[in-house]
């Protein structure tokens, strides 16, 4: 090689997204309204109609820079969540804040914890910025948290934890968070990555930015790319302490959000009916497909979020075999995970249409 490029980065992967439709269609000559997408833990709903008026408002100042400070974003969640605005990070995406936390906290030589099977941007962003990743052995499919305390050294600096978790579907209850953290050491950042938090019965749901308050080495980290509906304007949020915050904000592009995904983002966050509407089109989504890969003989993880993490046997198989009837999941063979398959709970016909070629595909009849 010509260039030089750190060992850490010549030894990371690329992120594996979903197949788009688009790609689908071109490949195997389908047409893109044949498609079925269940592949990205998008919302079925698309965005909510409320956002889309809001982006078209935005869309005719685009001659000027975004509000680098988000002010009036920084407002709608404030308000919601009841801690002032210079505690809030706004994200490209939370993938983004993720990343500036993983900047603004770690350096070469010093290390981060998080779960085996968690989400691949934790390594991803561990990797980018040469820290050592601690991974811990799940406990059934779940994060161990227990484990991970234990897996804390000196020199470990931020703990990532995915609650519930992507790509298994777990979730721990706030008590189990709770008592979690309490015992992990200040000096380390506990990332809590809240992106299916809306998925959750109400009797489940707890208020992370109460913690907030009470840990000063936590970050919560939430998404407008899930329950939202807006994945493609790329808008997530970090929740922590001024401090905290201030050093993120040291490392963050001035204008990582854009004026039309702010716009969206304000509107989609106080569209409650829509939020309603899509928790309840997943919950009963999600009893479907679940009960159809039981009945196909399929062992699943039971989820908490908008997806299923199952097993099929032949992971690579059964995707190929999906794709040709059109529809796309996501394989999960880089997670570790040949076996299974992730699937995102769709929209009713949708959720038929998957369970008719899985049942294809695994030679059993239709359930
Ligand atoms: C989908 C997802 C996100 C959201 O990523 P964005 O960058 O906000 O689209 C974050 N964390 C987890 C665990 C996810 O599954």
Known sequence: ??????????????????????????????LESDIVKLASNENPLGMPESARQAMMAAAGDLGRYPDANGFELKAAISARYKL?????????????????????????????VYSQYSFAVYALATKAVGARAIVVPVREYAHDLEAMLAAITDDTRIVFVANPNNPTGTFHPADRIADFLKRVPER????????????????????????VHEHPNLLVVRTLSKVYGLAGLRVGFGLAQAELTDLM?????????NSIAQAAAIASLADDAFVERSYQINREGLARVQSGFAKLGLTYIPSFGNFVLVNVGDGAAVYESLL????????????GLPQWLRISVGLPEENERLLAALAKAVGRPAP
């Open 1 to 30: 090689m010509k260039f030089h490029s750190p060992d850490y980065v010549r030894s990371m992967a690329p992120y594996q997204a979903g197949k788009p439709v688009s790609e689908l269609a071109r490949e195997y000559g389908l």
């Open 188 to 211: 380390v950042v506990v990332v809590l990555d809240e992106a299916y938090n809306e998925y959750l019965e109400p009797g489940l749901r707890f208020d992370s930015s109460r913690w």
């Open 84 to 112: 002032p605005a210079d505690w809030i990070t706004l994200g490209n995406g939370s993938n983004d804040v993720l990343e500036i936390a993983a900047h603004a906290f770690m350096q070469p030589g010093e290390s981060a």
């Open 249 to 257: 904000n040291r490392i963050r592009q001035p204008f990582n959000v």
């Open 324 to 335: 040709r009837s059109g529809v796309i999941v996501r394989p999960v063979a880089n997670y």
